[in-house]
């Protein structure tokens, strides 16, 4: 690393940076002055300018996952390990096209706008938890981001969780559980726990797509679309569960981040909502990195890479880049694994922090008392 960086941002690297209380400044000289470079330390290439970030999220050689390790180590052998080794999102190639050109259209058919008015209907379930308080405790808070948005597309995708208060909880509890043990710094315990929770919400979401066999909406006309094309029902129910994860920590990190704003900024609160969040996202969005990984030699930015070499793309870098012509919300991703459900998150989040400011949750007094979780890409405040 050139001494003018190291000098001016002691202590930083590409993956504490996600934690950093202000990593911005030294995302920004990256970009500006080592856009792709090797960092020999963590044993990474890094590509840190929003051209290069587009070069390598869209590059055939570039995969999400080591072409030999489908799977986490951590997980291979489990229930956790099943259901991971079945997400589209996960996977690159021919075999999983069929299901993810159902996926894409089903999503892209998602009014945002629905989608925030069920996460208020979901809101009012979880209220009963909340009965008699007068203001919203952090403890509340954090509960809240991790579980409204995920209650929030279930209820669009029509699954039961409306009925009951707890049980609504549970589903929440075992997605984020099952989320927290696909992490790096998953102890083994949280991997026992993401294991029964793959386990778990298996059992939950067959006997919930039973109930609705006859029904209309998203998932039986998924389910029959699937069938017809001839895609394996565990694949369908593996990438309906991805759905409810993909809506767990990022959009838990979305809505957090939008209430540190507004806490930091009074004049964000005269602003639209769904502007603040469109800036967060931006400028300080939920998902900082990924990672893509070389199935055979290729020439990347300038580079020779080799086959297994993995390259960490820094999204927050070319979000806070400057380059006008490439700003954007790269946080979403580019190319064939953006995420699909940008607008939807968005609306999430944006509806997660306004039932929980209509709750008495104060952004300004959160902001003065938070940490952020333990993360190697994902940048989501806890409040204490």
């Known amino acids: 690393m050139p001494e003018t960086i190291t000098a001016s941002f002691a202590g930083i690297d590409p993956l504490s ?55 986490p180590p951590a997980l291979a052998g489990s229930a956790a390990g099943d259901l991971f080794g079945r997400l589209i999102r996960m996977n690159d190639g021919a075999a999983h096209a069929p299901l993810k050109a ?34 919203m405790p952090a403890a509340s808070v954090n509960r809240w981001l991790f579980a ?31 989320a927290a043990a696909q992490s790096p710094l998953a102890d083994a315990d949280a991997v026992r726990a993401g294991a029964d929770a793959a386990q778990w919400l298996g059992t939950w979401l067959a006997a919930s797509l039973a109930g609705m066999a006859a029904a209309d ?26 759905l409810l994860v993909q809506a767990c920590e990022a959009t838990a990190a979305l809505a957090g981040n939008t209430l540190l704003w507004l806490g930091r900024d009074p004049a964000a609160g005269e602003m639209p909502l769904a502007s603040v969040v469109a800036r967060v996202a931006q400028y300080d969005p939920p998902v900082q990195n990924t990672r893509r990984f ?21 999204l927050a870098a070319a979000s806070c880049s400057g380059v006008a012509d490439d700003a954007r919300a790269w946080t979403f991703g580019h190319g064939r694994h953006a995420c699909p459900g940008d607008k939807l998150a968005q609306a999430l989040a944006a509806a ?13 007094a959160l902001a003065r008392a938070f940490r952020y979780r333990p993360s190697l890409n994902a940048r989501i405040p806890h409040f204490l």
Not at 107 to 133: I, N, S
Not at 148 to 154: I, K, M, N, R
Not at 294 to 314: F, M, P, S, Y
Not at 352 to 364: F, M
């Open 17 to 71: 940076a996600v934690t950093h209380p202000d990593p911005y400044p030294y995302y920004r000289e990256l970009a500006a002055t080592r856009p792709f470079f090797r960092d020999e330390r963590l044993g990474l290439w890094v590509a840190a300018g929003p051209r290069e970030v587009a070069a390598v999220l869209a590059h055939p050689a570039c995969r999400v996952r080591p072409p030999a390790q489908p799977v």
């Open 102 to 135: 159902l996926l894409m259209p089903m999503l892209a058919a998602v009014d945002p706008a629905v989608a925030a008015q069920q996460a208020g209907a979901m809101a009012r379930v979880l209220d009963e938890g909340e009965a008699g308080r007068v203001a």
């Open 148 to 178: 409204l948005p995920v209650l929030g597309v279930a209820g669009v995708l029509g699954l039961p969780v409306a009925r009951d208060p707890g049980g609504a909880v549970g589903v929440a509890q075992q997605v984020a559980a099952f």
């Open 217 to 242: 909406g998203p998932l039986p006309a998924l389910q029959h679309a699937a069938h017809a094309a001839g895609i394996a029902p565990q694949a369908v129910a593996a990438n309906i569960i991805g």
């Open 294 to 314: 070389l199935a055979e030699d290729a020439g990347l930015c300038g580079h020779a890479l080799k086959a297994g070499d993995a390259v960490l793309v820094l």
């Open 352 to 364: 997660t922090v306004a039932a929980l400011c209509a709750r008495g949750a104060e952004p300004a």
